[in-house]
Structures are given as C-alpha cells and as structure tokens.
C-alpha cells in the first residue's frame, strides 16, 4: 500500500495520467471551444457577448474551488504536518490564480459593452479581487520565506483565513445590492439560463478542468523532482 | 484518536477562525452600508440623512412607457415598485439600457424624488436565453 507513495511508483503515475490527459486534450478543447463560439445561440439581449460567460464562469468556479482545495488541505496540513499536502497545495496555487485574474479580466471585457464600465467597487468584483490578493500572498509566503517549516505554517494560515472570504464571494449577490448579476445556475431549483447555452457553459468547465489537471500534474512533478535531489526517498 | 501535538494544533485552529470569523463578521456589519452599491428609491426616501452635494448611485427598473429622449437629455424614471425617483441624463448610455430593465444612475441627488445623472450603468438580469424562445415568450404572452 504505502508503495504507491514511493516518488518513483508516483512519477509513473504521473507520466501516465499526463500523457493521457495531453492526447485527449486538445481535441476536447477543440469541441468545447467550437460549441462555444460557433454553435450555441447568441443571447437574447446581449448578442454574442454572451460568448465570454464560457470563459468567465468557469474561470470563476476553477479560481473559487481550488482555493477551497487549498484550504482545507492547509488544515490537514497544519494539524498533521503531512509533507505530501504541502507539494499538492503548492501546485494548486498558481492554477487558481491565474483562472481567478481570468475571470477578472474577462468579466470586465464584458462588464465594459453590457453595463458601461470596466471596473465598479460592488461586493462581488471587490472579493473577487481579495480572492487573488490571497492568492499572491499564499505564493508570495512560499517564495519569500527561506525557511521551509515556516513557510508551511503561514502560508496555511493565510489559506485558511481566505477560507472565509469563498462564502462572501458566493452570496454576496444575495446579501448585498451589486452590479453583479445572481447566479445563473443554481443547485437546488431550476436555472434561469438556457438549456442550449448550459450545455457549452460545461462542456468548456470539464475542458478547463482538464486543463488545470494538466498544470497541476506537471508543478507536482516538479515539486517531486525538487525533493528527490535532496536525496529523500519517500514524501 | 489523535497525536497530543495533532490535538493542540486542532484546537488552536479552530479558536483561530472562529475569531476571524467574528471579526470579519463585525466588519461586514460595520461597513455594511457602504457595500451597497446602489440605493433603492425606497432607502432614499426612508434615509433621514441624505447629503445632497455627495455623489451617490441609485438602482433600479427603468419604468416601463417613462423613457423620455429630447434632444440632449435622457429623462426616466427608476423605480423599485413601492417607490418611484426621476432621473435626468446627459451623456452615452449602454447597449443593455432600455425599459423595465435594471439600471444604476451614478449623480447627485437634487431633491428626494429628482436626481441628476452624470453616469448611467445597465444591471443585466441573470436569464440566458436564445432571442427565438424570447420571441416565442413574447407571443405566448399576447
């Protein structure tokens, strides 16, 4: 059992899952990018403008889940010290933060023909921001700090103090009056967007996904390499 | 169960977000009326403090048969269905902007039911739909 976890068992694992995801990826992303663009309906009132939601929301969802991620293996982290979790969230990082700032940036591409403005301060933007502030801090820990146990323990900490904010940037649509519009997609209830637009809008979050598989995957293994030249044999 | 150094860990942890939790919670409160990002027609006639030479953004629906176009100036009415304020705009509006949709006027306010726009901002509502099934809403609703 606890072969698996020998780096050598995981680098062909890795190897595996990576050349795999690699042969299939660019065909899927193919697919989902043509349904996007070409083949799902403009909107009834915005036009084809519609088309960055399905960049922006699964954008959204990849920056809000992997901080998710981080955090509640920052808290496994900081109570049991496993070496393992601190590669994974390291990996994880990057991928979120540049998804997050991808939302940003194509969400005021389409804030500035539907509302008129790139940029307003309402509760949705602003924690969207603090989301990749926390982002940049649990990097920026990881990178400044020299000393290793250290930089674990901050930058869990500031994992789990982001933890807080994923909450407000969900309801802050509900809770307060913001530009932002509520979500589309609900889980319990019915949708308020249509069935032959939700359908490209996942295809594009499994495409991403696949994407973010496929970074994760190769900062891991950089992560491992790193150990294993220091002479460790296991995590 | 656990390891004593896993358990002290956990239980400082937990004491640790909670007062975060609790302080973020008390800041939310404090700040609460500054995140709002409009006022409804409504607050604005309930707020007894109303600092007329502030800036401050009004939102609401454009009422529907209000939207006014005179040569330079763009006279409607947002309303929030209890209570009703005029605007008056100069200037270039959004695509989104049209009636009985959402919109936040950003100016100053000249009296409790008039206000003067320097910027307006379409809110877009969270349907999705193809313009044929709009069409087809549209008939059914005939």
């Excluded at chain 1, 309402?122 to 926390?134: H, K, Y």
């Excluded at chain 2, 656990?2 to 977000?17: D, E, G, I, N, T």
């Excluded at chain 2, 609460?32 to 403090?49: A, E, G």
């Amino acid at each position: 059992m606890l072969n698996f976890f020998y780096n050598s068992n995981i680098f062909i694992w890795i190897e595996k899952l990576l050349s795999f995801i690699n042969s299939i990826f660019f065909a899927l992303l193919l697919v989902g990018l043509s349904f996007a663009l070409i083949f799902s309906p403009p909107d009834y009132l915005q036009g084809d403008s519609v088309r960055i939601m399905y960049v922006h929301v699964p954008a959204a969802w990849i920056g809000l889940a992997s901080f998710t991620l981080i955090a509640i293996l920052s808290i496994f982290n900081f109570i049991f010290k496993i070496k393992n979790l601190k590669l994974i969230t390291k990996s994880i990082a990057p991928i979120g933060l540049i998804f997050t700032c991808i939302a940003i940036v194509t969400g005021s591409i389409w804030g500035r023909p539907t509302w008129g403005t790139f940029w307003a301060w309402d509760a949705r933007i602003t924690s969207m921001l603090v989301l990749a502030l926390f982002y940049v801090i649990f990097i920026a820990v990881h990178k400044l700090v020299s000393e290793e146990d250290n930089a674990n323990k901050i930058s869990s900490i500031v994992a789990i103090t982001g933890l807080i904010n994923i909450p407000i940037i969900k309801y802050s649509v509900l809770w307060w009056n913001t530009l932002h519009q509520p979500a589309s997609i609900k889980i319990t209830g019915s949708s308020t967007i249509h069935s032959s637009m939700l359908t490209p809008l996942l295809l594009m979050f499994f495409v991403l996904l696949m994407y973010c598989a496929l970074i994760f995957l190769m900062k891991y293994k950089t992560e491992i390499i790193r150990i294993k030249k220091k002479n460790l044999k296991r995590l | 169960m656990l390891p004593k150094k896993a358990k002290k860990r956990a239980s400082l942890l937990a004491v640790f977000f909670l007062v975060s939790i609790i302080c973020v919670f008390l800041i939310l409160n404090a700040l609460n009326k500054n995140i709002l990002y409009f006022k409804t027609p409504t607050d604005i006639r309930v707020s007894q403090d109303i600092d007329f030479n502030k800036k401050i953004r009004v939102g609401g629906m454009v009422k529907k048969n209000t939207l006014n176009i005179k040569d330079q100036e763009i006279l409607f009415i947002i309303t929030d269905l209890k209570n009703e304020i005029k605007v008056s705009f100069k200037g270039t509006i959004p695509n989104l902007f049209s009636e009985g949709k959402g919109v936040v006027a950003e100016g100053k306010l000249q009296d409790k039911k008039f206000f003067i726009a320097d910027r307006i901002l379409a809110k877009h509502d969270e349907n999705y739909m193809p313009p044929e099934l709009q069409n087809i809403m549209k008939d059914n609703a005939k």
